[in-house]
């Protein structure tokens, strides 16, 4: 058999979900199926199922800077996403490592999960403002999110843009507001990506299935496999919408809560 030539190399630094739904576990798989290589840095070890989060354990910073330096050295990297932190040190630390290289850069700026349990310490938020935020080629908040980044309570279409303007004055170049915990909203999933001068709405419809763990960790390697493809961030964040909308449609029961995004639809 002949050697295979090599796949785009995508590095997710994020935390690991032991139930495989959200972090590590769904930037891997679906940077496989939009035919990426994914490499991972691990920042937390969690014990997690459907029904939550059970414990939570940060790694030690050498552990994150390790890791990060095995990969970049030898292997190399075209696009870079971010996910769970956990503390103010080892956001710090990913934004210094993150600040030494050209691989655009996806920032998932994850806070609580879906079942509430607390994924970064409130004390890293400023980090993830004046450090983390300014090395992002593209920032992707939820609503949550950007509320406790930026005091911006989103309701209306006019909201958004206040939000994304507060966002972008961190430092990054691009950022997707993700719409889709939006009450009320006429059964579509509405996000706006811009970088202060374009400005896109992505719409997609909205299913009506619970089984949504992991979509946010999913829409950002989307578009880091997207990204480390060649494509400029409108058609990637786009083509990653898609694939999450997909995702979510197939999302399937697993356990007695929540269960996950699907990522063989
Ligand atoms: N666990 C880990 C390690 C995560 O990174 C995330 C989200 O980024 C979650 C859990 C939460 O996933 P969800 O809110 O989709 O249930």
Redesign the pocket.
Known sequence: MSAGTAPPRVLTV????SGG????QADLKTMLALGTHGMSVVT?V?A?NSLG?QGAWPLPVEAVRAQYRSVVDDIGVQAVKT??LASAELVDAVADLLSGTRAPVVV?P?G????G?A?LAPSALDSVRTRLLPVATVATPNLDEVAQLTGVRVESEQDFRRAAEALLEFGPRWVVIKGGHLAGDMGEAVDLLTDGSQEHWLRAPRYDNRH??????TLASAIAAHLAQGRPVPAAVTAAKEYVTGAIAAGFALGGG?GPVDHGW
């Open positions: 994020a935390g690991s979900d739904g959200a972090g590590i937390a969690t997690q989060v996910g769970m998932d994850v609580v999960s879906k079942h349990d994924l949504t763990h992991g979509t946010g960790c929540i």
